[in-house]
């Protein structure tokens, strides 16, 4: 099933999302099967429930190299239930973002470039691992939506938002 795409504006876009009680309900197996379909319809490179309107933490990171992220690193979409990170290094990069709830629209925001995570997978499991570069990015645009932030939130200077036909005309990712 493919869920409708929040679009900024939506009240369920500014809500902090609710902790997932039980990880292996069918409530959230119908969840997350809805976000892999949902996210497999798009070029987008990761996707968070609030986004199909359901406030719960539930986020999914698949980067994959795609027209909107041609230099982005392949790697398995996984699924993290109640995800939490921790910086490891106060340093951050500021970098090109888009979302799937704004559209048409690309900004430089920092995110700090190396995190410690942990979450919940999809049997239950605890796991810990850390995140670098452009993956770390993912995930921290990602949590936020988790609590009620968008990108342009993060945005430091309003001449760092462009309309994506500028991105692309000027390749500003080079």
Not at 2 to 30: C, F, H, P, W, Y
Not at 47 to 75: C, D, E, F, H, N
């Amino acid at each position: 099933m493919i869920g409708e795409i929040a679009q900024l504006g939506a009240n369920v876009l500014r809500l902090k999302a609710q902790v997932i009680a039980d990880s292996l309900s069918d409530e959230t197996r119908q969840l997350i099967a809805t976000l892999q379909d949902t996210l497999a319809t798009t070029q987008g490179v990761g996707i968070a429930a609030p986004q199909i309107g359901v406030s719960k933490r539930v986020i999914i990171i698949a980067s994959r190299p795609t027209p909107r992220y041609p230099s982005a690193p392949l790697m398995e979409p996984t699924v993290m239930i109640n995800p939490a990170f921790q910086i490891v290094s106060d340093i951050q990069e500021k970098d090109w973002e888009g979302c799937l709830s704004i559209p048409g629209i690309r900004a430089l925001v920092p995110r700090y470039i190396e995190i410690g995570i942990n979450y919940t997978d999809q049997q239950g499991g605890f796991v810990e691992t850390r995140l670098e570069g452009f993956v770390a990015r993912v995930f921290q645009h990602e949590f936020d939506h988790l609590e009620g932030a968008v990108y342009l939130d993060r945005v430091e200077d309003n001449r760092d938002i462009f309309a994506e036909s500028e991105y692309f005309k000027n390749r500003l990712d080079k």
